[in-house]
């Protein structure tokens, strides 16, 4: 794989995991206008591992004050109500074993599509659609009274982590994104945003390393790459998400996600030309 490839690759893999883009959206646009050439499936198997790591540096707080919350909840279980970081520490645990498990069950469909233009293109309009929503997010649970505190005004624990791990898992589809699809729903159901932003990211962990894991099993090729190009690619990985995951904190304190939709939105429709353009059966 050419070296200039590599890069553009490791850039797409890191900066549009971590903001939600969509990777699959943006390697679909990549692999029909830029031509990166053959990856080989390893490779991002390999890079999944440095754009964990860089969520997780970026979500590093959220994720300690879970940890160290949610093991007092464990013999205090009504922390799991009363502790923002316990509550984290569920949310973190059922949403993600609930994605996992969703992802298991649409991705063997999700595969068939991976490489179709036209499906891609539908799943960057409904990644654009559903962050330009977040502008109309309620601010809290309906039912919430005026001055309660902030846990309380979001929605029941295990409706939250429910319909996170539920998205988050049906963003297998190409042209979603991880992150777009839990941050929205936990936005929606009445997280701060200065909250759901880290919460999404580490929501994402383990699906990347589960992915990493599952490629690296099945002894998938690197694409001839050398150790060379291959720490290259990690590096850029590593440092593309941590930058995009910067920016999407950023972002979502202030409440403009919605601005990401102005690129997404374009990128669908300009995907659903192509494939339009495209004789039947290539669609």
Known sequence: MPLLHLVVLAVL??????????PSGHAAAARLWFSPGAAGPGLEAVLHLATALALGIAARKRLAS???????AIARPMLFQASP?????????IASAVSLGTASLVAPRAA???????????????????????????RGWPGARRGDAPATQEAPLLLLAALAGIAHGLAAF????RVGAALTVLLWLGVRPSRAAPLALAIT??????????????????????PGGLALGLVVTFLAALLASGVLIRLASRR??????L???????????????????GT
Do not use: C, K, M, N
Request: net charge neutral.
């Open 174 to 177: 190409p042209g979603a994104s």
């Open 85 to 93: 970081g316990a509550r984290d520490a569920a949310v973190l645990v």
């Open 13 to 22: 893999q890191g900066a549009a995991e971590a903001l939600p883009v969509s």
């Open 112 to 138: 068939t599509l991976r490489d179709a233009p036209f499906a891609t293109g539908i799943g960057l309009l409904v990644t654009g659609v559903a962050l330009a929503s977040t502008r109309w997010a309620r």
């Open 256 to 261: 403009r996600l919605p601005a990401l939709a």
């Open 263 to 281: 690129w997404i939105i374009p990128l669908g429709l300009a995907l659903l030309a192509y494939a339009r353009a495209l004789p039947a059966s």
């Open 66 to 72: 879970a940890l160290g919350e949610g093991v007092r």
């Open 205 to 226: 962990l383990p699906s990347l390393l589960f992915a990493a894991a599952q490629g690296l099993a099945h002894g998938a090729e690197l694409g001839g790459i050398d």
